[in-house]
């Protein structure tokens, strides 16, 4: 059976938080197509339940333990050792809060225009599939769930999208595709070497696999390298990225969205999992390979960015730099590193759906994405400007906004342990600001010409799907401790798993000198002027 | 008193918050008085904090308040953490109440623009983060008040954002400065991994400890605080987007690019003093990076025409003169002169803002004269102003920038040579100071002989052609013009800028040890005292100062006054054009490095792109010739390929069971 049982008695949100979206789905595609707006509602109920209950989840969560909580561990398919095993930690945590807020916005804020029931169905299979990557812990249902949201966001792309959709959502889906197989062969070799090297039964328990570390080094590193190319392409990765500037262009808004918010997360969230913890020796082994394509994508990306002509693509594209931080961050394969890159999921989940929402509305109004067509929006629209900019400038990394403590810690993680690679990372905050400000400049500043006069400000709607967006950007900016202390000991026991079956990292960071006392800067400052040469 | 500490950044966010709710509503003039009070309330706090550190022992003038945890990732922690010492407590000081004055400036020469609020809510929020940057007892709280003055700044220049050029302007300064910030954060790091830790405190006890940094961490360090600090403080190479920040409001160029955030680089560099006492060469870098900047941008002010161009080119040169200071290891005077700049550098912009505002908004001083028969008020401020930043005694400009030079002087050997290039760009200083002074408030009433469309002048032309205009009004100079005196909200701050920028000079007289104020209220923040020249050599310096200043200003009557020398001889091409630094750049970047992007752009496009579809196009190719079936119908093809996919899952889990 499929039904899952939680371990002990008190409440478990994980398989709800899948069911719900699943169930949702069903619902609406059951319902009258005429009833457009009944669709929506309940689309938007089903999506809001399960991401009510992924905030609730953040309650529940024991932030003290490194461990997973919550787990759900029930055979499935016995005979080959497949289990419908669920469990959340510091690091799966807030990527279930984020797919829990961005899916009911995503609804709420943008209609589809035609073929409604199907969209909201579609979308809700989505949500279900995003939950339950997220909290997969065997191998064959990570491996289901990462494949079934493929479908869902073709259907969006194939049939919402704009310009040549169906040639891209093709293009997304095969591409996509390619990376899953190599994946897949990656999947059954695990679990037949660890029965080999453990002389267990077959399982594709993830805990076990990772914990026994059964499997030789020489296959451990094939397999980490095919499962390395589905999370590249996912992530992506350099030179793997061009599924994504496409996808997200001609995606639907809210499809944008969630491929940006959500499924680009898929690819590095599987790295930190089934990369690092699955193969700690193979990750430390690949490190300088993922950290160079990381940078490169950092500063490739942002280059590329400043000459798209399309508002939608720089967007795009600035998704390819930003996810570079998050490969930097991971492959720094220390607790700065590995903090600051799941700090950056976050981040970059808010900040990038937020612009996506953004240019998507200057696309109803204006039915066109050209920068050079867009010009003086702020004098039409100072509050749309304005709200613009402050997403902006957390996509920048301004510190005091979530961009930059998520940003901050993977540079200084990368610095620690892979220096050069950090140093030359750090260009990438000059090459943001450049093809931001720039597409800006040209967008928003500048005369108000003819066609861009009757530009409409931000609605009340618009920014009421806005509001928690922006919050959570000034929020996290300002006060990121509760996130933080939250990853914290899934980070640090992930570093120690790497540690221990990788061998020593370098030595570690001095302890400040003097904490201790308060009035050492006076007197020490004039007793040293003797030997201050 | 340390519990309070949270007031004076509170309050300017306080007003930031009210303005972006209220803004609107309270409008004009009332938005302005808020955002007024909010930084004379802040000046009041440190003023409190000032009065309470006085009463303490000397060596434990210090209060520190952690309001939360900020950043905690493992053995990185950093609080949102505020440290009043002497040094920090010496710049709030300065930065409220000329911020406060320039505040009260604003309310009158802003008077009726449309977004008169928004102003004002962006000046607050400047305060905020200039007072973050000054304040922060970590590295990291400074980076956040550093890029918030950046961004602040960003804002302001790009206030009148219809104007391309107004918004390239201010998109320029936000790219350079970042520049500037790559160094800060990888000196950021650095620092952790040698110190482990960011906080000011660990740093200090670090390089008083057994074991201090020293070496080539120590000078790496140095200089990638100095690539921060060039981006911050307009230093050579940076230095170009603060002429092009003139075209913000003339508020802004006096508070943002004047008195506070271009001297913020030089505050981190004093406030990590101790590090620098530690390096070794990375200090002459310093010194020297500062003698050329000095320098190259007094040759570049002799030249401009714009009246805001002249002190943009002015600050920078000032600026230089701050480096040379902290380069020779003179921090107390970079201090001294940075407050008393702060005076007459604030006091001179908010003049040329008086004349601008009263002159039709035409900036060319080429169409002045004889100003101070119309504007009585602001000749007579704009004279103290002069006769300060170009370092006649007693005004406040004489004794700090005369401290900075001796200073050099002392240190002898190579040190000579940096110590006659202040010389040479003091000289300059007077020189272009005279003539600015000359052009705009004596001689005759030149807008009198424009022809009646306003700007017909041929040589005007060239400088309309790249200057900034403070408004993006069209000039409306025409001979009948009449100019008039501002009103009071607008004189009062010159006044007191005036009285400051005169009796500046007090807080760190040169004569005795009693009558160096500044000097032992800033002694427990330095690792090092600093021997000045004493006796004879310092009466010896002070004179060849003097003269050299009274030689500057007799050159500039001589040439504008007397007309002795053809003005042309001295305002030569070279320096009109900025010697092509900025020109290059532009030249650089519109040219190779736009076509450099263009390739990567082309290169993703035809190549990786081309890669990936070129390998579809096979596939899909040979798949035609298979299957002949194509429906052309999304549903169907896209359902074909689910199914599909669910069949390769499918054969993989029954080939591995059984």
Known sequence: MLAAEAVGTAFNPLPWMI??????????????????????????????????????????FDRGDGGFQYVVNNL????????????????????????????????????????????????LVLMAGCMGVFVALDLVLFFAFFEIVLVPMYFLIGMWGHGDRIHVATKFFLYTMFGSAFMLVGIVATAFLHRQGSGGPLTFNLVTIATDQSIGTAAARWIFLSMALAFAVKTPLFPLHTWLPDAHTEAPTAGSVILAGVLLKLGTYGFVRFGLYLFPEAARFFAPLLLTLGVVGIVYGAIVAAMQKDLKRVVAYSSVAHLGFIILGIFALNVQGIEGAVLQMVNHGISTPALFLLVGWIYERRHTREIAELSGLQAAAPIFAGVFMVVMLSSIGLPGLNGFVGEFLTLLGAFKDARWWGVVAASGVILAALYLLWAYQRVFHGPLTEPNRGFREM???????????????????????????????????????????????????????????EGAVGTDGSGVVGGGG | MSDLLWLIPALPLAGFLTLVVLGRRLGDPIAGWLATSTVGGSFLVTAAVFVDLLSKDHESRRLTQTLFTWVPAGNFEVGMGFLADPLSVTMCLFICGVGALIHLYAIGYMRGDENFSKFFLYLNLFVLSMLMLVLGDNLL??????????????????????????????????????IGDWGYMVAMFL???????????????????ASPIVGVTANMLVVLFLVAATGKSAQLPLFVWLPDAMAGPTPVSALIHAATMVTSGVYLLVRLN????????????????????????????????????????????????????????????AIFHMVTHAFFKALLFLGSGSVIANMAHDQDMRHYGNLRRYMPITAATFIVGWLAIAGVPPFSGF????????????????????????????????????????????????WRSLDAGGDAHEDAEAAHHDDAHDDHAHHGLTPGFEPTESPWIMTVPLVALAALALVGGVMNLPFTSGTKFLEHWLEPVLAAEFHHPHGATLWALVVIAIAVAVVGILAGLGVYVRRRVEPDVVEKDVFAHAWYIDESYARFAGGPGRKAFDAMAWFDRNVIDGAVNGAGWLASRSGDAIRRLQSGQVRGYALGMAVGAALVLGYFVTRMGF
């Open chain 2, 399 to 446: 004794w700090s920038k005369d401290e900075i030079l001796s200073g050099a002087f002392a240190r002898g050997g190579a040190f000579y040579g940096l110590w006659v290039v202040g010389l040479v760009a003091a000289l300059l200083t007077a020189f272009y100071m005279t003539r600015q002074v000359v052009m705009t408030f004596f001689g005759e009433e030149k």
């Open chain 1, 19 to 60: 069911f719900v979206p699943a169930v949702g789905a069903l619902c609406v595609a059951l319902l009258p197509k005429a009833r457009v707006d009944l669709a929506k509602l309940v689309a938007f109920v089903a999506a809001a339940c399960s991401g009510a209950l992924s905030i609730h989840l953040l309650n529940l």
């Open chain 1, 76 to 123: 499935w398919i016995p005979s080959w050792g497949i289990g419908w095993r669920l469990g959340v930690d510091g690091i799966s945590l807030f990527l279930l809060v984020l797919s829990g807020v961005l899916f009911p916005i995503a609804i709420a804020a943008v209609n589809p225009g035609h073929d409604d029931k199907s969209y909201y169905a579609w979308l």
């Open chain 1, 459 to 517: 609605s009340w709607s618009e920014g009421v799907a806005m509001a928690p967006l922006v919050a959570l950007i000034v929020f996290l900016g300002v006060y990121p401790k509760p996130v933080l202390e939250r990853i914290e000991p899934a980070a640090k026991a992930l570093v120690a798993h790497v540690v221990e079956h990788s061998g020593a990292m370098r030595p570690d960071i001095p302890a400040p000198a003097a904490a201790s006392e």
């Open chain 2, 141 to 178: 709280v400074t980076f956040l008040g550093w890029e918030g003055v950046g961004a602040c700044s960003y804002f302001l220049i790009s206030f009148w954002h219809t104007d391309e050029s107004n918004a390239s302007a201010g998109k320029k300064a936000f790219v350079t400065n970042r």
């Open chain 2, 274 to 333: 101790p590090l620098l006492e530690s390096a070794t060469w990375a200090n002459d870098v310093i010194a020297w990076v500062g003698g050329a900047t000095a320098l190259v941008a007094a040759t570049i002010a002799v030249s401009q025409n714009d009246i805001k161009k002249v002190l943009a080119y002015s600050t920078v040169s000032q600026l230089g003169f701050l480096f040379i200071a902290v380069g020779t290891g003179n921090h107390v005077a």
């Open chain 2, 191 to 209: 620092t952790w991994t040698v110190v482990g830790s960011v906080n000011y405190s660990d740093i200090v006890a670090t390089q008083a400890g």
